[in-house]
Structure formats: C-alpha cells, structure tokens
C-alpha cells in the first residue's frame, strides 16, 4: 500500500479541551524547542522593528505565555505591554500561575478565541503568534483578526511546523499494523505552513507586506526516548481522528509500535543528561 493511500491530513480543528488536558504536559512536550523557535522569532523581529518599553504586544494563542516569557527575559525596562491570549483555560491558568509568581505586571491574561478577537482596531505593535495561528480551523480569520489589530507599520510573526517529525512515525506504524487498511490514518497537518513559499504566500494573502519565512532547526530534549515518545503519544491519540476512534486495546497496539518508531528517532545528548530529536520551524514575519 502506498504512502499516499494510508495517511490523510486534514485541518487541524482541535477543540479547546484537549489543549486543557495538555496544558501542563504541553511545556514539556516540545522540550524546549518552542522557546528556541520564539527566540529566533525574536530575532527577526529586532532586526525589523525591535520591541521597546512604549510597545504593546499581542501574544496570540500564548499557551503556557511562551512568548510572553521570551520578551520579558530580554530585560527592556520598563517591561512593554503584553496582552497574552489563548482559548484554552489550562493555558490561561498556567499564563497567569506565571504572571502571578513572576510579578508581571504589564502582562493582561485573557481567554479568548483567535479568530474572533475582542481587541480594537490598530491596538497593537506587535501580533505574534509562535506555534498558534497555523493551528486554528480558520487560520484566514486568524490572521485577518491579527491584521485587523496590528497598527499601520506594525510588525508581525508566525511560526509552524516544516517537519515536528511525529507525522512519519504514525504513519509507518499505521502501515504496519493495518496493511489491508481501506481507509487512511487521519492526521491533522497544517499543510499551508509546510513550506517557507506557502507560509509567506499566506501572510501576503492577508495583506501583510515585506514578508520573510526561514527554515529554522530546532532540538527537543527529554529525559529518556521513552518520555519523548509517550507525550507525543497522547498527543496524537487526541488529534488523530482514526486514533480517537479505535477502542484501548487497538489503540494499547498502535502505540506500542508508534512509540518504538519515536524512540528510535531520537539519540542520545552529549553530556549525557538524556535524549534530543531534531525538529523543523518555520519562522515567518511581515509588516502592516
Ligand atoms: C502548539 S501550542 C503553542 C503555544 C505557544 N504559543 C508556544 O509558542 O508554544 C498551540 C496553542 O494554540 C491555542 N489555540 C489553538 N486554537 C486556538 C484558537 N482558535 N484561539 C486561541 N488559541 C488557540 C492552544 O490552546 C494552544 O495553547
């Protein structure tokens, strides 16, 4: 059976729950890469229109306030204004659990969907959304949302996944354990934001001018290969619609293979101190 014939990507439409559910294993999961990915977001934006004390920034589908965190670590005094969002309500608690134990002051937390945002027109500086706006059902409304918010010369930054590496796992698991499989394995792929060509084609096409998108590598470290494969495990269980449907004792199967095909992509760090998997971003950013 061929590739194409097993697996099928659809867009991701993942209900708000489940982001609840993996608020507080989310951090973990990604093992540091998101922090990577938003710090080279960063860095595109210093060179384009640096954030200062006088900007307010949006921080779209914020999680667990990765980028929030990453702005206020640069130290700019006074600290600029944030306003963190997110449609999940175990995200907003672990934003404000932060902004609580961190005294974050300048930082507003406030649950809410991004393809309906309740902020006016032209409010903001600076509309980022690491990790976020790629995932919404409706990602046009995502970003005309951000358009909508952002100030004439404001700056904006998005990022995706090229390769987050879990897709080609399930799939070969999918065709090992099924090779008479009629239907294909359902995985929820943002398939405009694969590619650097179709991620800027994409904020050119919600009218953002100046546009660049960059491939950008990026490691998650874990403790042990089988932590790392049982995160992205009941990440996938949660997604998956084929996987969401099958009874615990398929499903005991499928991880068991999908799990051993993880572990085996990652290798060991240097020092000694666990395991890391190479992942592919893409960081891309633009101008009102
Ligand atoms: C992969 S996480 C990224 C979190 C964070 N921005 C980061 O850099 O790691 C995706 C986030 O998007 C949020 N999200 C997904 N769809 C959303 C929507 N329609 N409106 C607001 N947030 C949404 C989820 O709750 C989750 O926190």
Not at 222 to 239: C, D, H, M, T, Y
């Amino acid at each position: 059976m061929s590739k194409m014939a097993t697996t099928q990507t659809e867009k991701l439409n993942v209900p708000s729950q489940v982001f609840d559910e993996m608020a507080k294993k989310y951090e973990n999961g990604l093992g540091g890469a998101q922090n990577d990915i938003v710090r080279e977001l960063l860095s595109h934006c210093k060179e384009a229109y640096p954030i200062v004390s006088a900007s307010i920034i949006h921080d779209n589908a914020c999680g667990p306030a990765v980028v929030t965190g990453e702005i206020l670590n640069q130290g700019i005094v006074p600290s600029p204004q944030i306003f963190a969002t997110d449609y999940a309500q175990g995200m907003i608690d672990i934003t404000n659990s932060y902004k609580e134990r961190k005294g974050w002051n300048t930082v507003t937390v406030q649950q809410m969907d991004g393809q309906a945002l309740s902020f006016e027109d032209e409010k903001f500086t600076h509309s980022i959304s690491s990790l976020g706006v790629f995932m919404f059902p409706d990602e046009r409304k995502g970003l005309s949302e951000m358009y909508r918010t952002l100030k004439p010369g404001g700056w904006v930054g998005v990022t995706s996944w090229k390769d987050v590496r879990w897709p080609t796992a399930a799939t070969s698991a999918y065709e090992r354990l099924f090779p008479e499989a009629k239907e294909p394995m359902i995985l929820p792929l943002a398939k405009n934001w694969m590619e650097t060509d179709s991620c800027e084609q994409t904020l050119r096409n919600a009218g953002f001018r100046d546009v660049r998108a960059e491939v950008f590598p990026c490691i998650n470290r874990q403790p042990s290969k089988e932590v790392g494969a049982s995160i992205v495990a009941g990440f996938l269980r949660n997604v998956s619609p084929t996987a969401k449907a099958w009874d615990d004792k398929t499903w005991e199967r499928y991880a068991d293979c999908f799990c051993k095909l993880i572990e085996e992509m990652y290798s060991p760090l240097e020092d000694g101190s666990g395991v890391e998997l190479k992942l592919y971003a893409i960081v891309t950013s633009g101008r009102k």
